[in-house]
């Protein structure tokens, strides 16, 4: 060889050996590969809004809550559902008004500092819910909702989606599709 570097020759690409010829190999076995190691699952939570009526702990799923507000001016609509206030105006966008307490079969109490409007999404359209005050998000697990107990009053156990439990505290989760029925 002259000038040039000198490469190690590659032997011919081989065809490929046909199934069952010996030296061909066998296919791996196609077993679903585990997703998880060991025992462990995923923990899926759920994240709800909590707001307090009277001295009780409710909460709503969060994804259903477009926005919290002060009490602005309401305008009363005549002959409407005696759970409902009346109308409000969100960014030019008019929201009927829902006294929660009402709903819920809580006596009324008038609005102070505290009291909050809750902005909802039902099927497109805004509600305000008006509740006495919010409190923070809470991260549920499944395993830590329960039916709602039989103790509950029949006259609203509709309303409820069931109760959530962490340590110590406890919401009564509410069914939004079911607290706006009929309104």
């Known amino acids: 060889m002259s000038g040039g570097s000198s490469r190690p020759s590659r032997p ?20 679903p ?7 462990a699952r995923p923990v ?26 002060k009490v602005p001016t309401i305008t009363e609509v005549p002959r409407a559902p005696v759970d409902v206030l009346g109308i409000i105006s969100v960014r030019g966008t008019v929201v009927t008004l829902v006294d929660l307490r009402r709903r819920v ?7 102070d500092r505290r009291t909050r409007v809750l902005v909802v999404d039902r099927a ?3 509600m305000g819910l008006v509740v006495d005050s919010v409190s923070e998000v809470v991260r549920l697990t499944r395993a830590q909702i ?8 029949a006259k609203h156990a509709e309303l409820l989606a069931g109760v959530g439990r962490h340590g110590e505290s406890m919401w009564v989760l509410l069914d939004l599709g079911a607290v706006l029925a009929g309104i």
């Open 12 to 31: 011919p690409p081989r065809a490929p050996l046909a199934k069952g010829e010996p030296g061909a190999l066998a296919p791996a076995p196609r077993t």
């Open 105 to 111: 079969g809580l006596p009324e109490r008038p609005f």
């Open 124 to 126: 497109g359209e805004q």
């Open 146 to 153: 329960e039916e709602a107990p039989a103790v509950v009053g």
């Open 44 to 69: 899926v939570t759920i994240e709800y809004l909590g707001f307090h009526l009277d001295q009780e702990e409710y909460a709503l799923p969060l994804p259903t809550v477009r926005e919290i507000l």
């Open 33 to 39: 590969r585990p997703l998880f190691r060991g025992d």
